[in-house]
Every structure is written in structure tokens, then in C-alpha cells.
């Protein structure tokens, strides 16, 4: 069982930064694989980003070069880096934790959730 908590969720105008953070109850160097999730109102749970204990990442095309993932071993926490939000980004973002099944990310433990509103 991994427990997992997000903090960093906010309201920013477009074109500004948040950085999401997640903390783990456990060693993050015996968790495979992370990620991040986001819901938009009246829309289904996608997923955004995810990274392996090696360092690999993959990203949804929408935020490819604008958000980045990032792992801190040592604190246990994974970060969401969010730069040049859209409007469009606005949703509750979900950390996991989680393994690849034939190269496709199957998350197993989530967190609560943290909202994040970009406004014009």
C-alpha cells in the first residue's frame, strides 16, 4: 500500500507556473513507475505525464515542452513542473504510482487530488 499526497494546486493567470508536489509513504526508489492524471469538469480522467525509477518520461502531446515531470528520490516527492499554463489546463491533477503493463501505464495507488484553474 503507498499512500500518496499532493500539494501545490492553485489559481493562475495564463501563461503562468505552478508546480505540483507528491509525497510518498514509501522509498519512491521501490516505486516503478509515477504519474500524473487530470480530470476536467465533464470530462473523462486522462492521463498527463509519467516517469520510471530509471528516469524515462513520457507526456501527453497537449503539455509536451511546457510541463515536466521530475522525481526527488531523496524526499520522496514527485514534482509536476508547469510552465506557460492555458486555460485549457484547468482540472484536478491526480499523482500515482503504479507499472507498465506491454508499455502502457497502469496506475495502482492514488492520491486525493489538488485543483489547479488557469483564468484568462
Known amino acids: 500500500q503507498v499512500q500518496l499526497v499532493e500539494s501545490g494546486g492553485g489559481l493562475v493567470q495564463a501563461g503562468g507556473s505552478l508546480r505540483l508536489a507528491c509525497r510518498a509513504s514509501?522509498?519512491?526508489?521501490?516505486?516503478?513507475?509515477m504519474g500524473w492524471y487530470r480530470q476536467a469538469p465533464g470530462k473523462q480522467r486522462e492521463l498527463v505525464t509519467f516517469i520510471s525509477n530509471t528516469g524515462t518520461t513520457r507526456y501527453v502531446d497537449s503539455v509536451n515542452g511546457r510541463f515536466t515531470i521530475s522525481r526527488d528520490n531523496a524526499n520522496n516527492t514527485l514534482y509536476l513542473q508547469m510552465d506557460n499554463l492555458k486555460p485549457e489546463d484547468t482540472a484536478v491533477y491526480f499523482c500515482?504510482?503504479?507499472?507498465?503493463?506491454?508499455?502502457?501505464?497502469?496506475?495502482?495507488?492514488w492520491g486525493q487530488g489538488t485543483q489547479v484553474t488557469v483564468s484568462l
Open positions: 514509501i522509498m519512491l526508489d521501490r516505486i516503478y513507475i
Open positions: 500515482n504510482s503504479g507499472t507498465l503493463d506491454r508499455g502502457e501505464y497502469q496506475p495502482k495507488f
